[in-house]
Every structure is written in structure tokens, then in C-alpha cells.
């Protein structure tokens, strides 16, 4: 079985692969100074909750935090005895080779993501991520990454206010009532809610003008179902759109090593 692992800015997450379906899914922060045996202690005993028993051979790892890569090798190394694939890595293949600026390194998640919506919808696709970043990822014909957008995280905008003007709270993400606050709450959460619909609907126009094609737009990240309330912004939404690219990596060097 395959444990897959997607390690995020803010959230890392396991998800144990029988070759068919994803038999669970646990997270946790992301922190570089976890050590192999603090992951294993958190994942037997989320294992045991569970009653699984999975028999663990491989493991893939994509990392947007270069340091916690380390702890994760050695926890693949010392508990299933094995050396993992790390996305990026230059023995990891990935099915079709980005497309952008020479010396350019692309964030593992990004190339994750466009090999799991290609292997699911096919070329010419606009993957949408609400991570600590909201990410556009851009597969062109042939599934490749070709690059894309990068702008600030819902939750890091929400964030960045409470911490740079003393008189506003911290405000949790939620779709307001109305455009216009009536208190500074409501004016915030107007502000980072239509501003991120503005955006969403913007940049993914100026794409397909750009690119001069209609392209599917796959949404990912727990913020989507948010977004996608109000207005036809995405053509799909799927949770588990990085996990299935992880599982697609791996199936591809898995067969070519045979
Ligand atoms: N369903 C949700 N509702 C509200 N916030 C969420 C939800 N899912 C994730 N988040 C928040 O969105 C941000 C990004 O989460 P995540 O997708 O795990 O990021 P990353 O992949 O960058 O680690 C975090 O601040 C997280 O707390
Ligand atoms: C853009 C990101 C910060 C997004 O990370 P996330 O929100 O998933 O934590 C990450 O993909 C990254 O560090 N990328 C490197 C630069 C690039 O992709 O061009
Ligand atoms: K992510």
C-alpha cells in the first residue's frame, strides 16, 4: 500500500492509497521540527482509532516546505523500511515535463495538482488551490504544466489585516449578506469574500484570453465550496484532487521501474 503524503505551508496531510481507493485521510500542522518518531506516534494512534492495519511498502512525499522533507524520509526509512519519491526530485518523473523558465523551480504541489486534474478531465485545464497561497496551475495540452498565477491566501489576507492595523480582529472567512458592512466584521469578510470571487473570475478570464482556448476549471482546497456558493465560478470542485495526483506520480514511476 502507498502512503501518500502532501505537506503544505500550513497543513500536512497522509492519506493511505490500497491501489484503488484512499482507505483514510489524517492532518496535521506543518512543522519542520517534527521528528519520524513524532509522526509515527501520531499516526499509529490515528491508525489504531480507525482499527486500519495497512501494510505499508511505498511512500511519496510532496513538500512545499523544504525542511520538513528530511523527518519524512527518515520516518519512511526507519517504520515501512522504505526510501520514499519526493515530487521534484530529480528520480521522481513526473508525465509530462513543465513547461516554464530555465532555472525556475515550481512548487511540488502545483505539478501535483496538474498531473492528477489531467489524468481526471484531460488538457487544457486551470487548477484553482485554496492553500496558504491561492494557486493557479495551468496544464496545457498535453497535461504539462506551463505555469500560472500565485496570489495571497484567503486565510493569509484575513491574517495580514488583523496584524498590520491595530483596530481590526481577527475574522474568520464566511460569505457576508450583504456588500456594504455595517460593522467592521462584516466589512472585512465583504472585502476578502467579493474580492477573492473578483479574482477567482479575473484571472482565470485573462488565462483563457491569453491562452486564446475554453479551459475546464478544476477547484481544490477546503475554502472552494465557499466560493463556488454563489456564482458558477469552477466547472469541478475535488477535495482530493493533490492526494490523486500523488497516486498518479507514483503510478508512473512505479511502471517505469518495471
Ligand atoms: N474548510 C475550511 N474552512 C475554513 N478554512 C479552511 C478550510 N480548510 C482549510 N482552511 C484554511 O485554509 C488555509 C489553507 O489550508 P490548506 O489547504 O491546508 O493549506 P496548505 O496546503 O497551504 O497547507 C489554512 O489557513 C486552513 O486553516
Ligand atoms: C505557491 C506555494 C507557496 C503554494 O503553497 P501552499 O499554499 O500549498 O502551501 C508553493 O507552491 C511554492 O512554494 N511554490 C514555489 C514557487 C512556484 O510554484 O513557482
Ligand atoms: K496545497
Not at 502532501?6 to 485521510?25: A, P, R, Y
Not at 479551459?215 to 482530493?240: S, Y
Amino acid at each position: 500500500m502507498l502512503l501518500a503524503i502532501d505537506c503544505g505551508n500550513t497543513n500536512t496531510v497522509f492519506s493511505i492509497w490500497d491501489g484503488e481507493k484512499f482507505l483514510c485521510t489524517f492532518r496535521t500542522s506543518t512543522h519542520h521540527a517534527r521528528t519520524a518518531d513524532a509522526y509515527f506516534t501520531w499516526f499509529s494512534t490515528l491508525l489504531n482509532h480507525h482499527g486500519i492495519k495497512p501494510e505499508i511498502t511505498d511512500v511519496i512525499i510532496s513538500s512545499t516546505v523544504p525542511r520538513v522533507v528530511f523527518n519524512l524520509r527518515v520516518f519512511s526509512d526507519q517504520y515501512f523500511g522504505c526510501r520514499p519519491l519526493v515530487v521534484g526530485k530529480p528520480d521522481c518523473l513526473l508525465p509530462a515535463n513543465p513547461r516554464v523558465d530555465q532555472g525556475t523551480s515550481v512548487g511540488p504541489d502545483r505539478l501535483v495538482n496538474t498531473a492528477g486534474a489531467f489524468d481526471r478531465h484531460g488538457g487544457n485545464l486551470i487548477v484553482v488551490d485554496f492553500g496558504t497561497a491561492t494557486t493557479f496551475d495551468v496544464a496545457g495540452r498535453d497535461g504539462a504544466y506551463v505555469g500560472g498565477v500565485i496570489a495571497p491566501g484567503v486565510n493569509l489576507s484575513l491574517e495580514a489585516l488583523h496584524m498590520a492595523a491595530a483596530a481590526l480582529p481577527h475574522v474568520d472567512i464566511t460569505k457576508p449578506q450583504r456588500v456594504v458592512g455595517t460593522n467592521t466584521v462584516a466589512c472585512i469578510q465583504s472585502g476578502i469574500f467579493w474580492g477573492y470571487i473578483g479574482l477567482v473570475k479575473e484571472i482565470c478570464a485573462r488565462i483563457k484570453a491569453e491562452r486564446d482556448q475554453t479551459m475546464k476549471i478544476i477547484a481544490t482546497g477546503g475554502l472552494a465550496p465557499l466560493f463556488a456558493q454563489t456564482e458558477d465560478l469552477f466547472d469541478v470542485i475535488e477535495d482530493d484532487l493533490t492526494m490523486h495526483g500523488l497516486t498518479v506520480i507514483y503510478k508512473y514511476n512505479k511502471e517505469l521501474a518495471e
